[in-house]
């Protein structure tokens, strides 16, 4: 597996946390950078991207896309996920990580932020009233943001909160009836849509070791061990 290392070596340099080779540096790839390298054992290299992460929260607790583009703010639950893993991996409680101050207002500004709920109607299959988490604040809760959010406050000890028991109902609520899931919608004007890969894998990580019992995720499971082996 020398590609590996190879690729590890390249995530400490803020070049490669960009969505494209040239652009600059975002707070996603750089998450998911530090993430690699923490999981990897690379403790120190994850270093550079998590303090990147830091210097780009705002007062508020949130991070935009980049360094020039504040909003939307769906990449401060990334931080989270990527500050409270330095913290587990250095063996040290949350409490007493070293990003424990922009881990505590990241959650304080995500539990401020609400999905615009929507009367129900025949239009669409899935219960549009559920209040998770938006892409772009006032908008509809949708089922990444809300998958991050549960993930985020689970890091941080939360999950027996109310918006995070809601976002779990709203996650099972938006798994396709045949199983997996997509961008959150079910079925539209009478036809069921088809599941995507990513979205079904956040989903089923946000619902493990929770309560959720619905005959969905099983079917979910299946159909993303199907789609995962081509």
């Known amino acids: 597996m020398a590609w590996a290392a190879e690729f590890l070596d390249r995530l400490g340099e803020p070049g490669a946390w960009a969505y494209r080779t040239g652009q600059p540096p975002a ?4 998450a998911l950078a530090a993430l690699a390298l923490l999981a990897h054992g690379r403790v120190d290299a994850a270093k ?23 909003e939307p703010n769906w990449p401060t639950m990334w931080a989270v996920l990527a500050w409270t893993a330095d ?9 007493r990580g070293t990003y424990a101050d922009q881990v505590e207002l990241a959650i304080r500004w995500m539990l401020g932020q609400k999905g615009k709920p929507i009367e129900r109607g025949p239009e669409l299959g899935h219960d549009s009233t559920l209040v ?8 509809h809760s ?5 998958c991050l959010a549960v993930l985020a406050l689970r890091a941080t000890g939360r999950v027996a909160h109310p918006r995070c028991e809601e976002a779990i109902r709203l996650i ?3 798994l396709l009836p045949a199983g997996g899931a997509n961008y959150g919608n079910t079925i539209v004007l009478g036809q069921e849509l088809l599941p995507h890969f990513q979205p079904t894998g956040l989903a089923l990580l946000a619902l493990a ?16 061990k199907q789609a995962v082996a081509p």
């Open 27 to 30: 707070c996603e790839p750089a």
């Open 172 to 174: 099972t609520d938006r």
């Open 48 to 70: 550079a991207p998590l303090d990147w992460l830091a210097a780009r929260q705002s007062p508020e607790g949130r991070l935009g896309i980049n360094a020039s583009q504040p």
């Open 87 to 95: 913290a587990r991996f250095r063996n040290q409680t949350l409490a």
């Open 142 to 146: 949708w089922m990444e943001p809300t």
């Open 209 to 224: 070791r929770t309560r959720a019992d619905d005959e969905r995720i099983a079917r979910s499971v299946a159909w993303l």
């Open 132 to 139: 998770g988490w938006p892409w772009v604040e006032s908008t």
